[in-house]
């Protein structure tokens, strides 16, 4: 097999000096409005003696914000003299869909989070894939990467892991998820997870955990708070910070086979019948869908496949043919 050429991205810091470094991955991009021009990706580098390095991340998905802005505010208060190892701080992981406030990249409509291990000589979403793959994954120990709903799904604010082939990696990320301390804990289901971020750091063996804090295209006071309350605790249970993982009371979940999802065969108006974290049972009428080209129609009725909690919904009130109307999870007792 040959060998992978170089990837063009180059780091503004350097990610073995002690101190706090703040700089850029920088990523050449000729276009037409900057024929030399560069993807300037923001990166802060926290570092101090010997210890574990945490790989933290917002804005895999452009249109997620609890990431970015617990993870800003991180990036402007952490010292040095803070932590034990190394904290390594990218707030806009696609930071060209993040400025467009899109999903997917304005450049090469790339979806980041479905591009992954990446090619240094394919596009810039391939390119910024590849260089997470290669470069930071491996100096990383344990990796959280923030996540919500975006523009178009709302979800109950949860940390999450995965069912993972080695059972002993999968208890230390449970164990990160759990010192996330989220108000909802899922054991959560991806129905696509090949190329995903999750799946390139969890082959190379590490403590993965993600979140899922809200949705609608923007944050709230509480769903940051969430945020900046898990990251620490998340950097305390990891022996980086010093001091208690602050805990609260977390529902755990879990998300066993493709039943939870219930996925839109119609266009129209959505009508949600229940509501993010009510209980209901197998068979209930969960959405109407409505036909907005005519008036006097019945609506379309979807209904649990399922008993469990409501843990997601479509966002906002239109929805498509192939989109997910909601998700349904056990509880766990």
């Not at 249109?63 to 932590?83: I, R």
């Not at 899922?186 to 403590?207: F, I, P, W």
Request: aromatic residues 6%; charged residues 20%.
């Amino acid at each position: 097999m040959s060998e992978l050429p170089d990837n063009p991205i180059s780091a503004t810091v350097d990610f073995s000096r002690e101190g706090v470094q703040h700089g850029f991955l920088k990523l050449p991009y000729s276009r037409d409005d900057s024929a030399w021009g560069a993807v300037m990706i923001p990166v802060t580098v926290v570092q101090r003696g010997r210890g574990p390095t945490a790989l933290l991340t917002g804005g895999n998905h452009g249109d997620e914000y609890e990431g970015p802005v617990a993870l800003s505010k991180l990036a402007q208060s952490l010292t040095a003299a803070d932590v034990s190892g190394r904290v390594i701080i990218i707030p806009f992981m696609n930071t060209p869909a993040f400025h467009a406030g899109r999903r997917t990249s304005p450049i090469d409509k790339g979806n980041l989070n479905r591009s992954f291990p990446g090619k240094p000589d394919g596009t810039v979403t391939e390119k910024i894939a590849d260089y997470f793959t290669r470069t930071l994954l491996p100096l990383a120990d344990i990796v959280l990467d923030i996540h919500s709903g975006g523009r178009t799904l709302d979800f109950l604010p949860f940390a999450a892991c995965h069912v993972l082939p080695d059972k002993q990696q999968q208890a230390q990320c449970e164990a990160g998820m759990r010192a996330f301390n989220a108000p909802y804990s899922m054991r959560m289901l991806e129905l696509d997870a090949g190329a995903m971020y999750d799946t390139a750091a969890e082959s190379q063996g590490k403590v993965f955990v993600t979140t899922e804090l809200g949705g609608g295209g923007s944050s709230t006071a509480r769903s940051v708070a969430i945020a900046e309350r898990g990251v620490r605790n998340l950097l305390v249970h990891a022996g980086i910070l010093q001091g208690e993982v602050q805990t609260a009371p977390s529902i755990m979940l879990d998300m066993p086979d493709g039943d939870c999802f219930i996925a839109s065969e119609h266009d129209g108006l959505l009508e949600m019948c229940r509501d993010l974290g009510d209980n209901v049972d197998q068979g209930e009428v969960i959405a109407r869908i409505y036909d907005v080209t005519r008036s006097g129609a019945a609506p379309v009725e979807y209904r649990a496949a399922r008993s469990g909690l409501l843990a997601a919904r479509h966002f906002p009130g239109l929805v498509g043919c192939g989109d997910t109307v909601a998700v349904i999870a056990d509880v766990l007792l």
